[in-house]
């Protein structure tokens, strides 16, 4: 057989396999909530407002080559946009919510963004955390806005116009808000593949690999970019929502750099060079830092000890070595079938 | 078509290009050559408005390029396939051909598949590649993969650095073929070399730089008859 047609063969197995794996995945997140815990259906919901932060925050990170170690400032825009409209506009649905986060976010990614991606590697994630910590303190200093330090309350929101006061917070968070975030990243996670895979998204590879040379075929980079820091801004206001939906509460603390940090350590533990690597990375965090905190006050410190062994062993993050597994098993399924 | 006019350009405080006329006119193939370091990269850069000359001015079809950003001055029709590593390994050969047809603002007027189309009859030897990915190449397909994706922005004017640099013998006549082609089809080529005896055969008109001067233009004939250029020359095959 020539080359081309296996290679052919192989991709078309492989999105098989893909397609396959995401529709029992979402059939198993769709079930749990009749079998597991109220805890751990309250654990999922931060999983999945990371795994949308996460997605958008890659398209920079792995397609685009730009780390930004000041992405949890769009959080905080999303949490803060949902505590003003909740609180003092008297907004009840969550949908004009999250347009009205990811208005705020689109609004102060553009003039963040025209400024940071002039730039790349070190002074790109200097940058984007210097505005990350200029809204930090704007929210800890202007208190008669913001709350200061104890942050604003969350109303609770009406999900695709229901009214669900009648529900305890846990009933709301682990039935209607579970499903209804479940749907926000299927959304997400297709739009982003559509994304990725657009010509603009090989646009963003391109000038990953090479900035000049894509301008030498005529690649507008900064526009790029600008485009690619505006969505994945976009992504973390959503993420952002959810959040202080969940917690009922928008906290400075969202904007602290430490925050970023996190996002930067899902990703590196997922595997940035991999699609689903954000998803996995969220999920892993979570669990991983629940699990530790449960075991010791030292968990900050186990933290740090799993990120350092994480990037000297499985650089390519937990999706890497997933991927790798399969491919061996997937070899010696080959060898056995061919004998 | 391109026109460079008492061209300076400094790098660092020091003179890197000391008034440097260039023509190319429509259809024309033209060899600038000097040994490295003579500043054939600094004059394409340049071109491309990656360098910004302290003297003297570039225009390409009558319009003056300074003060254009690099993508715009694609846009305007010139193909550049720079000298360092040439293709986006991260992306297939198809990927790396295709990409300039999705930006916007480009002036052709012939469709996506046949820029496409005329970039692999260009280099057939592309054709069975499709699938792989640019880091997968040799040298000599990078080459051709980069030249191919100039190509595909339709361009009026190629600018290639070095096409032949580091090639086996083998591979140098394909690429040659490819760019005979090209030329055939009305483009105009502006490459650089360092070695004389790749020079092709069909090359209309020669510049020699040396230290950042043209030294001599005209055809390959007149300069085997010009003593003191042929000893330059004779040096660039030697290094």
Redesign the interface.
């Known amino acids: 057989m020539p ?2 047609s296996t ?2 063969a192989a ?1 078309r197995n492989r999105n098989l396999c893909a397609i396959g794996g995401g529709v029992l995945l979402v059939a198993v997140l769709a079930l749990l909530p009749g079998v597991a815990s109220p805890y751990t259906l309250t654990m999922i919901l931060p999983v999945f407002a990371y795994a949308i932060a996460l997605l958008g925050l890659n398209l920079l990170f792995g397609t685009s080559g730009l780390l930004s170690f000041g992405h949890a400032l769009f959080l905080a825009i999303g949490a803060y946009a949902a505590a003003v409209m909740t609180g003092h506009w008297g907004v009840k649905s969550l949908e004009l919510v999250l347009l009205g986060g990811i208005a705020a976010a689109v609004v102060v990614a553009i003039p963040v963004g025209f400024l940071s991606v002039r730039y790349t590697r070190i002074f790109f994630g200097m940058l984007t955390l210097s505005f990350g910590m200029l809204f930090h303190s704007f929210l800890i200093k202007f208190y008669n806005v913001t709350g200061g330090d104890t942050g604003m309350s969350v109303k609770r929101v009406r999900l695709l116009g229901l009214d669900l006061s009648h529900l305890s917070r846990v009933e709301f968070q682990t039935g209607p808000l579970y499903y209804y975030a479940l749907v926000l990243v299927i959304a997400a996670t297709l739009l982003m593949w559509r994304i990725v895979q657009s ?1 603009f998204g ?2 963003l ?2 000038q ?3 900035a ?10 900064h526009a790029f970019r600008l485009a690619a820091f505006v969505l994945s801004a976009a992504y973390g206001a959503v993420a952002g929502v959810l959040l202080a939906v969940r917690s009922g509460n928008a906290d400075p603390e969202l904007a602290y750099w430490t925050h970023s940090g996190e996002l930067v350590f899902m990703t590196v533990l997922g595997g940035f060079a991999s699609f689903v690597g954000p998803l996995v990375g969220a999920f892993a965090f979570i669990f991983l830092r629940d699990w530790l905190m449960g075991m010791t006050e030292f968990w900050r410190l186990a933290m740090g000890g799993i990120l350092v062994l994480v990037v000297i062993f499985v650089p390519r993050g937990l999706a890497g070595l997933a991927a790798d597994a399969t491919t061996r098993l997937r070899n010696q399924f080959d060898l056995r079938s061919r004998r | 078509m391109l026109e460079i006019r008492a061209l300076d350009v400094d790098i660092d405080g020091s003179r890197i290009l000391s008034r440097v006329d260039i023509d190319v006119t429509q259809g024309e193939f033209v060899c600038l050559i000097g040994r490295n370091g003579a500043g054939k990269s600094t004059t394409f850069r340049t071109i ?1 408005g ?1 360098r910004k000359p302290v003297g003297g001015c570039v225009a390409f079809k009558g319009q003056e390029l300074a003060g254009l ?3 715009q001055i ?2 305007l029709g010139i ?4 000298e360092e590593s ?1 293709v ?4 297939t050969v198809a ?1 790396n051909i ?3 047809t ?2 916007a ?2 002036r052709s007027t012939r469709s996506a598949a046949e820029r496409i189309g005329m970039a692999y009859q260009m280099f057939p030897k592309l054709e ?1 590649y ?2 792989r990915g640019g880091g997968q190449l040799s040298g000599g397909e990078r080459k051709m993969l980069s030249i191919a ?2 190509l595909v ?1 339709d361009p009026e004017l190629l600018l290639l650095d070095e096409p032949f640099e580091g090639l086996s013998p083998v591979v140098i006549p394909q690429i040659s073929e490819g760019l005979a082609a090209i030329r055939k089809g009305g483009r105009a080529i502006l490459i650089a070399e360092s070695q004389f005896h790749h020079v092709p055969d069909f090359t209309d008109r020669l510049y020699v730089i040396e230290r950042g001067e043209i030294v001599f233009q005209g055809t390959v004939a007149q300069a085997e008859r010009d003593a003191a250029t042929m000893q330059i020359l004779r040096g660039t095959d030697g290094a």
């Open positions: 080359a081309p290679t052919e991709r010509p090989l646009h590879r391109a990953r690999d090479n000049r040379k894509a301008e030498y075929l005529g690649v507008r980079v | 491309m990656q950003s690099t993508f694609a846009r193909g550049f396939s720079p040439e986006f390994a991260d992306l990927e295709e990409m300039p999705w930006v603002g480009n069975g499709r699938s994706r100039a922005l």
